[in-house]
């Protein structure tokens, strides 16, 4: 999904990242290598998605998601949104100026591109691309602990299906899990964003909990509850999957928002949760 005007080379700062404070979850994943205990979001909170542009959030909302240049929203569980598989139309030029070879391309040299959202595929298939991957992710997710983001979401990890035979499965799974201990060596919790196909590999992803779109609308909801329990927070646009979510699934986390999730005062704005 685009949604952020973004600097490759970080978010607000790339320095390190500050100890961890207490957050609002109520469990936590223990990183041993890093020593820190990220704190994951309370089970079947009052859930707002705001990448569209932040607003105050609704009364009784608990838990938020952001795009990584903006600010929390005192008080709540913040969820820090990061595209970290693909390139957004905005941010393509400075990734050809500053990292060409990370782009994935066609024989003939064409950036290979999602296009639903214009937006070009990042080459992870080798293990030295995905090294340099991490590096600039490793910035953008400091960033958004030094922001007082509580967790990040990782979008596009099913980008290999888009990528025209170029990036496998294996591929995403290995730079899911190094975006991972990015994120547990900084102190956050990680989400795996969609891609129900990738549930089983949840060890190898080292992913905490989940952000479904749409899990009612295509029938996945209990693909994401066999791997993440309860720790799946769900985003629906249409409100005959939402209404069915919240009678079939009353312990998650369930939220309806519009498609272009626009701020709150611009038209078309919706927002329900349950």
């Given at each position: 999904?685009?949604?952020?005007?973004?600097?490759?080379?970080?978010?607000?700062?790339?320095?390190?990242?500050?100890?961890?404070?207490?957050?609002?979850?109520?469990?936590?994943v223990?990183?041993?290598?890093?020593?820190?205990?990220?704190?994951?979001?309370?089970r079947?909170?009052a859930?707002?998605?705001?990448?569209?542009?932040?607003?105050?959030?609704?009364?009784?909302?608990?838990?938020?998601?952001?795009?990584?240049?903006?600010?929390?929203?005192?008080?709540?569980?913040?969820?820090?949104?990061?595209?970290?598989?693909?390139?957004?139309?905005?941010?393509?030029?400075?990734?050809?100026?500053?990292?060409?070879?990370?782009?994935?391309?066609?024989?003939?040299?064409?950036?290979?591109?999602?296009?639903?959202?214009?937006?070009?595929?990042i080459?992870?298939?080798?293990?030295?691309?995905?090294?340099?991957?991490?590096?600039?992710?490793?910035?953008?997710?400091?960033?958004?602990?030094?922001?007082?983001?509580?967790?990040?979401?990782?979008?596009?990890?099913?980008s290999?299906?888009?990528?025209?035979?170029?990036?496998?499965?294996?591929?995403?799974?290995?730079?899911?899990?190094?975006?991972?201990?990015?994120?547990?060596?900084?102190?956050?919790?990680?989400?795996?964003?969609?891609?129900?196909?990738?549930?089983?590999?949840?060890?190898?992803?080292?992913?905490?909990?989940?952000?479904?779109?749409?899990?009612?609308?295509?029938?996945?909801?209990?693909?994401?509850?066999?791997?993440?329990?309860?720790?799946?927070?769900?985003?629906?646009?249409?409100?005959?999957?939402f209404?069915?979510?919240?009678?079939?699934?009353?312990?998650?986390?369930?939220?309806?928002?519009?498609?272009?999730?626009?701020?709150?005062?611009?038209?078309?704005?919706?927002?329900?949760?349950?």
């Amino acid at each position: 999904m685009v949604l952020c005007g973004l600097s490759v080379a970080g978010c607000g700062s790339s320095g390190p990242a500050p100890a961890a404070d207490a957050a609002a979850g109520d469990s936590a994943v223990t990183d041993g290598a890093a020593g820190a205990a990220p704190q994951l979001p309370p089970r079947n909170a009052a859930f707002d998605y705001q990448l569209g542009g932040a607003y105050p959030p609704p009364t009784g909302v608990a838990v938020v998601s952001r795009d990584r240049t903006a600010a929390i929203a005192p008080g709540l569980y913040n969820i820090c949104y990061v595209n970290g598989f693909q390139i957004q139309p905005n941010e393509r030029t400075a990734w050809e100026s500053q990292h060409p070879a990370l782009i994935l391309r066609t024989a003939s040299g064409a950036p290979v591109i999602d296009t639903e959202w214009n937006e070009a595929l990042i080459d992870i298939s080798t293990a030295a691309k995905r090294t340099e991957v991490a590096a600039i992710v490793a910035g953008w997710i400091a960033g958004c602990r030094q922001a007082g983001f509580d967790a990040v979401e990782i979008d596009n990890l099913d980008s290999y299906a888009r990528s025209q035979g170029l990036l496998t499965a294996d591929n995403a799974v290995a730079m899911m899990h190094a975006m991972s201990d990015a994120a547990h060596a900084a102190g956050l919790a990680i989400a795996q964003k969609n891609s129900t196909d990738l549930v089983a590999r949840k060890a190898e992803l080292g992913t905490d909990f989940a952000v479904a779109e749409e899990c009612n609308e295509f029938s996945e909801c209990e693909a994401y509850r066999a791997g993440y329990g309860d720790e799946v927070l769900v985003i629906e646009y249409v409100e005959t999957a939402f209404n069915a979510g919240c009678s079939a699934f009353p312990s998650l986390s369930i939220v309806l928002r519009d498609r272009e999730l626009v701020p709150l005062g611009d038209a078309g704005y919706v927002y329900k949760g349950c």
